[in-house]
């Protein structure tokens, strides 16, 4: 899988007709200068308290890209590979008849997300899994289809695609890699597929494919409660007024970077005016938001909030947020969200944009 985010940049010299930059890009270049990676120039700007603008940084990487200053050649082979994906879609290379005869069993059973489950749900996922070696271009996923296939990445990598609104081409916004959970939604929820996800690296893939009789019944009988819980993480996100753009096969990486919170009424995850290090997503109850006196919205399962702190206002909040009854909500660090986006600068971009707009929007309830 290519990960620029973790590879240093290799830059040319800076001729003197280069365009002028801003504060913030001007901080990311001359880190890039130093050596450092994405990542690593995240980090560095987090310890100083200062704000990361991912758009910018990503339009920073690609105008370097397009005056031909870096180079390493990694981020050719990225930026050449957003451009052939933007084009159509091709038509669809389906699974059908690339089943390999191999146990699932030795895979499945390492695999993060059966850590902590009892024997009896492991072993129910392996008795209904085939091991896949797929092709660039197979589909693992199609956008609008109502597949209820679960896949785990053993090798290879898959591109995760948003259509274009006037159908005339696709977005690449993000790669999956080795222990990427592809799908859950659709197997768990039996929710249609919101984006492509397509191979674009010869990978090694388990797939689970649905069976009613089975899954029905042991997931309302014997599911392991903190599987549980994350079915309805994995539901009130996907669900999300805020997140509803970033499709539901790119949720594991926000689930496993968050922290289950049970509050009571009355609590205050948030005031005004004060600092804040996380952001949050309801999943089940309800709080309020609060400017000054008034209340300006009522949050419940799926919706987001304190982005806005993390993305523009150097951690103040923007308002007062208060559970109305108990309420669980998946609370994300601001260290482990930015760690996240700093490892997905495309995933990233999309974050802010979202954010964006939500504080434009807030800005005009007030």
């Not at 180079?71 to 038509?91: T, V």
């Not at 699932?104 to 896949?132: G, M, N, W």
């Not at 039996?190 to 899954?215: L, N, Q």
């Amino acid at each position: 899988m290519i990960r620029i985010e973790i590879q240093p940049l290799s830059l040319k010299p800076i001729p003197p007709d280069f365009p002028s930059l801003g504060d913030g890009p001007m901080a990311y270049l001359e880190l890039f200068r130093q050596g450092k990676t994405i990542s690593q120039t995240v980090s560095v700007l987090l310890e100083q308290g200062r704000l990361v603008r991912f758009t910018q940084m990503f339009d920073l990487v690609q105008l370097l890209y397009k005056k031909n200053l870096i180079q390493n050649p990694m981020f050719k082979s990225f930026f050449d590979k957003l451009e052939a994906h933007a084009k159509p879609a091709p038509k669809a290379h389906l699974l059908s008849a690339l089943f390999k005869k191999e146990k699932p069993d030795e895979y499945l059973t390492r695999h993060p997300f059966f850590r902590s489950q009892p024997p009896v749900i492991t072993s129910l996922f392996c008795k209904h899994a085939e091991v896949i070696e797929a092709k660039p271009g197979t589909f693992l996923c199609q956008k609008g289809h109502l597949e209820r296939d679960l896949f785990f990445m053993i090798d290879g990598e898959a591109g995760i695609y948003r259509h274009a609104e006037n159908g005339q081409g696709r977005k690449l916004i993000g790669f999956f890699g080795k222990d990427a959970v592809i799908g859950e939604v659709g197997f768990f929820m039996g929710e249609i597929r919101t984006a492509d996800v397509v191979v674009t690296k010869a990978a090694k893939i388990v797939a689970v494919r649905y069976d009613e009789d089975a899954f029905g019944r042991t997931m309302d009988k014997d599911l392991a409660k903190n599987m549980q819980m994350r079915l309805r993480v994995v539901h009130a996100l996907a669900k999300s007024p805020f997140l509803k753009s970033i499709p539901e096969e790119a949720m594991s990486s926000l689930i496993f970077s968050g922290k289950l919170r049970d509050v009571k009424e009355f609590d205050v995850l948030c005031k005004e005016g004060e600092q804040g290090d996380s952001c949050f997503v309801v999943i089940s109850g309800s709080v309020s938001v609060a400017k000054g006196p008034k209340t300006i919205n009522v949050l419940g399962p799926g919706e987001a909030f304190g982005e806005i702190a993390l993305f523009f206002t150097q951690g103040v909040r923007t308002a007062t947020v208060m559970a109305q009854r108990e309420t669980t909500v998946l609370e994300i660090k601001a260290k482990d969200f930015y760690g996240l986006l700093s490892e997905n600068l495309l995933l990233a971009a999309e974050f802010e944009k979202l954010a964006l707009a939500r504080s434009e929007k807030l800005k005009q309830s007030a």
